[in-house]
């Protein structure tokens, strides 16, 4: 039986990387409603095969993140599987890989500008910078930042192309389970949606849990959820065959 054993806070302009080990669980929880979590994936013991959103939504047919989906490396094995997907309020998640991070310069534009060495825990970080400074920590840099995952927002197009962030869906306590089908470098952060419109920035965190998932099944729904997630399977099974 899956079971959690580690429970921590990531709060609302904060960021954080760890290694998960494959069959490892991440459950992230909105506390407040309104997060906004950015997240990256590299290979460990390969930091140049990381994170593909272009490949893990066009094999998958989709525009957006949902449960069934696979989160699919640039190699084309998968990263994590979302097997878990709560929606609080009945209106069903969605989770953008396409608009990537909030900056500097757009954070001090929409809400001003504050530093770390002047209000310390309520400075105002950006997505951006927060991934520099976690990718520092394993000798990666500009260069290695990819488009990246903002789970719990949504965002819709109108009928002149233009992309907005729809809040419909946000609510406390929607969360997202992944389910480590590789060995994992975790690159995350909470930080503001490029998107937010906000009056204030939004200083929401979030509830991260860590445990072990229970061993995947031929009848897995991640693994038949699209014909191309068996392929992907088989190629992380090719992978740990060789590796061993």
Known sequence: MSKMFYTTTLPG????????????????????????????????RNLLERYNAPDTLKCQHTFKLQR??????????????IVEDYSANGQGNW????????????????WG?????????QW????????LVELSKYGLGRADMSANINWFSKVIADDHGNIKLDTKNQSADNSI????????LVIMHACPHPLNASERY???????????ADPVTDDDYCRNFREENQRG??????YYLSSK
């Not at 389970?177 to 994992?184: G, K, P, V, Y």
């Open 13 to 44: 302009n904060g960021h954080w990387s760890l290694e998960l080990r494959r069959g490892s669980l991440m459950k992230i929880t909105d506390i407040e409603g309104g997060a906004n979590v950015g997240m990256l994936f590299y290979n460990p």
């Open 68 to 81: 069934g989906n696979c989160l699919y490396s640039d190699m084309g094995r998968i990263f994590a599987s």
């Open 95 to 110: 989770h953008d890989t396409v608009c990537g991070n909030s900056n500097a310069e757009t954070i001090e534009k929409k």
């Open 113 to 121: 500008k504050r530093d770390y060495q002047t209000h310390r825990n």
């Open 124 to 131: 105002l970080q950006n997505g951006y910078d927060a991934f």
């Open 177 to 184: 389970t992944l389910r480590f089908e590789m060995d994992t």
């Open 202 to 212: 939004p200083f929401t965190s979030v509830k991260i849990e860590l445990g072990e």
């Open 233 to 238: 399977f088989q190629n992380n099974a090719l």
